[in-house]
């Protein structure tokens, strides 16, 4: 599996900590939202996704808001483990076609 | 399921050489999707098929970049010829029924010198 080092902005969270990743989308036609998640050396991974007649959409231990007055998205990870560090990406997408986020690198200290 | 499956998982060539990226995407899937992964440009979507049909190719670069899908179970992308500009990491993702919930393949890690 492969994945490219980019420079991003990464969020340092303790073990057993709540943890917030934000995103800023840029199109307010935009009608669906989701989040992916890259670990090292694989594919992105589909963990949630909220079309935008929502606010607010709950998984398990994974919770998506959807703010389109700022065109703003954020997910919520609950009692984050080491398994969760990662590269986290917002994708939006307009019909059938998706436009991703630079993504940001979550780092869970132990 | 063996999830969707790409070759190879590396390649190195030289610069004017033919390329050519192999993906067997997930068995009942009708969505096919190419994205191209750079530190400059992120994740961008290449072209999708449906139902082995090309649907929006306006993401491929140059007409150096071709897509086919022959069949439902397997699709190629190809660079002829390629160049050092084209060195990026190449995933493969399908999706069943909506374009929605893509399930990528583990890549193709592309370098060209």
């Known amino acids: 599996g492969e994945s490219v080092g980019l420079h991003l902005p990464t969020l340092s969270v303790q073990e057993g900590d709540n943890s917030i990743i934000n995103c800023a989308y840029s199109?307010?036609?935009?009608?669906?939202f989701i989040w992916y998640k890259q670990e090292s050396g694989k594919g992105p991974q589909f963990i949630i996704d909220?079309?935008?007649?929502?606010d607010k959409r709950q998984g398990q231990r994974v919770t998506v808001l959807l703010n389109k007055t700022v065109k703003h998205l954020s997910l919520q990870i609950a009692a984050t483990q080491p398994g969760d560090s990662a590269v986290y990406f917002c994708?939006?997408?307009?019909?059938?076609?998706?436009?991703f986020g630079s993504g940001t690198k979550l780092n869970v200290k132990p | 399921d063996a999830g969707v499956i790409q070759s190879p998982r590396h390649e190195v060539t030289e610069m004017g050489q033919e390329v050519t990226l192999r993906c067997k995407p997930i068995?009942?899937?009708?969505?096919l999707f190419w994205y191209r992964q750079t530190m400059m440009r992120g994740l961008e979507l290449l072209i999708y098929?449906?139902?082995?049909?090309?649907?929006?190719d306006s993401g491929m670069p140059e007409d150096r970049f071709s897509a086919k899908m022959p069949n439902a179970s397997f699709s190629t992308l190809k660079i002829q010829p390629s160049e050092p500009r084209d060195s990026a990491v190449y995933f493969c993702?399908?999706?069943?029924?909506?374009?929605?919930?893509?399930?990528f393949g583990p890549g193709t890690r592309l370098t060209v010198t």
């Open positions: 993702a399908s999706s069943f029924s909506s374009p929605y919930e893509q399930y």
């Open positions: 199109n307010s036609a935009s009608d669906y």
């Open positions: 909220i079309r935008s007649n929502m």
């Open positions: 994708a939006e997408t307009r019909g059938p076609k998706f436009y």
């Open positions: 068995s009942g899937h009708d969505y």
């Open positions: 098929f449906n139902n082995n049909v090309p649907i929006d």
